[in-house]
Each structure stands twice: as C-alpha cells, then as structure tokens.
C-alpha cells in the first residue's frame, strides 16, 4: 500500500521540519507540497505544486502533476493516486501574524479560510486523516483574535468528514525563523525562565522539530480514530 503525504505550509517554521520527518520516513512514499510559491530545495519523494489558495476547488491534481513528467519519474505517484489502497495524509501548517498579513481581514483570510479550503480539497482527493497546526489557547469564543480564528478552524475541522483529525498546540515555538519576531523572542526567555521553576508547565517552549515529530507519529497511528487535541505538554513527552 503506497502512502502519501500531503502538506500546506511547508516554508514555514514547522513545515519545513516537517518535510524532513517526512522524507526519512520509511512509511511514506511521495511527499506532495501545495504553495503559493515554489521551496528552494529538493528531494526525490518531493513534488511541488503551486496553487491558489482561493480558488483550490479547482485544482486538477494529475494534471499539475502530469506537467512535471516529463521523464515519467512521477508515474508511479499518478498510479497510487488512483488506487484504492493508497493511503493519503493530509498536514497543514498554514499560519501566518496580523502584522505579516497587513490587516486582521488578511490574517482570517490565510489562517482560517486557506486552511478550511485546503482541508476540503484533500478530502476531494481522497485523504482520510488531516493534522493541523494549531495554538496552545485556541478558542472560538476568545476575545483574542488569534485565538479565535484558530479555534474556529479547528470547530471546522471538526465538522468535516476524516477518520481522523489532529489538533497540535504547541506553546512559543523554538526554532530558526526567516523573519525576526521581538514580542516572541522576549516571550521565549521569560518561559524558559518560568518553566525552568517548574511554573507554568504546559508553556513551555517547544522546538519546530518537535512539533513536526509528533505529527508524523500521529499520522501513522492508524489506530487512532475520531478528534483529537494534541498539547505542546504531550508534544514534548512523545518525542523526548
């Protein structure tokens, strides 16, 4: 039975230790990258695929596919695409922040909306089990519109037709960003500092890796079945 993975957000933090757990990953054939822009590296289980976030309903996968086989290297993904057996995985680590988005409506738009499209279209294309990258405190109903935004995706998740969801929530992420964070690196110290007393445990500041991790681990547990939430604390036990 081919397995196949695929995965949104992969530029961002988590993404990209993602994609490496993915490609050691014995279990997992082809690893399939939706963004709205091409990653400056490469693998042999990688195929890339460059999409509109907004308009995903009309994605023809084997077509964009198709277009990069020109070798016939990716016949066998267009095979296991279209048998029965082929077990698909769906990973997101879509996110982005009210400032790098330019305006609240932006980051609803990116961080609610293109993850709820994307979530749709791997059920379209045949995925059985979604993990998302969530927020320790996400909530619906809070005031805080981070918070509130990620809650409602995953209420929408909830809702929608997989064998099997899993919410991760991690706490302030460790790991090498792109762009500099201020508010985050000073919140970093102060929960080392905190959590080093033992206060506050379950903010204790996680690393990408980590994050990534547990994710895949979750994602082969054919086992697990239903809704799941995932804490940055239970994170940290599973990958020890």
């Not at 963004?35 to 195929?47: C, E, I, N, S, T």
């Not at 981070?146 to 929530?169: I, T």
């Not at 929960?191 to 445990?201: A, E």
């Not at 681990?217 to 940055?232: D, R, V």
Request: glycine share 8%; proline share 2%.
């Amino acid at each position: 039975m081919s397995q196949i993975a695929f995965v949104s957000g992969a530029s961002g933090l988590i993404g990209v230790q993602l994609l490496h757990q993915l490609f050691k990953n014995e279990a997992i054939d082809w690893v399939v990258s939706f963004g709205r822009r091409d990653l400056a590296f490469k693998h042999q289980k990688l195929v890339q695929v460059k999409v509109d976030f907004e308009q995903l309903e009309k994605l023809n996968l084997e077509d964009e596919i198709r277009k990069q086989n020109m070798g016939g290297d990716k016949q066998p993904l267009l095979k296991a695409l279209n048998e029965a057996s082929t077990s698909i995985i769906a990973f997101c680590a879509l996110g982005t922040t009210i400032k790098k988005a330019g305006s609240k409506e932006n980051f609803h738009r990116i961080d609610h909306d293109y993850v709820l499209n994307f979530a749709r279209m791997t059920i379209r294309l045949g995925a059985k089990r979604f993990l998302y990258v969530s927020a320790i405190g996400a909530d619906a109903q809070s005031s805080i519109q981070y918070n509130s935004v990620k809650g409602k995706v995953e209420d929408g998740l909830k809702r929608m037709d997989f064998d099997y969801v899993g919410l991760f929530q991690p706490s302030i992420l460790l790991g090498e960003r792109n762009e500099s964070r201020p508010g985050e690196e000073i919140g970093k110290v102060v929960m080392k500092f905190v959590t080093f007393f033992g206060l506050f445990s379950k903010y204790k500041p996680i690393y990408d890796h980590q994050v990534a991790k547990a994710m895949v681990q979750k994602a082969l547990n054919f086992k697990m079945t239903g809704n799941e939430t995932i804490s940055s604390s239970e994170m940290h036990k599973m990958t020890k």
